[in-house]
């Protein structure tokens, strides 16, 4: 309420809650919840299809072979696929960082 007892533009109940919206920041440990909410998700939609590929086969590679179930094998697949883009995406920052140390030190 104003001074004169009648609510102004942006006071009472919807003002105050837009002011406290307003003010909330997003934090590091907000932004881990969130992560391990999606993580937690993704890992049971995993589990479920690992379950529900659980014929078993016969998987070569080069000079080896063996068996194991469907899911789990492509679950390794997606492992060494990740795992190879890390090792670039590793190698490509350790570059572009040698780089943009090496013209921090070189005057212009």
Not at 21 to 33: K, P, S, Y
Request: hydrophobic fraction near 50%.
């Amino acid at each position: 309420m104003g001074e004169n007892g009648v609510n102004g533009a942006g006071s009472g109940r919807h003002g105050d809650e837009a002011e406290r919206a307003e003010q909330l920041e997003r934090t590091r440990t907000g932004g881990i919840w969130v992560s391990v909410v999606i993580a937690a998700v993704v890992l049971v939609f995993v589990l479920v299809f690992i379950l529900q590929n659980f014929d078993t086969v016969t998987v070569r590679f080069l000079w080896t072979a063996g068996t194991l179930p469907l899911g789990v094998a492509m679950l390794f697949s997606v492992l060494a696929g990740a795992l190879l883009v890390a090792l670039v995406g590793t190698a490509r920052i350790l570059q572009l960082r040698r780089s943009a140390k090496h013209r921090a030190v070189k005057p212009e």
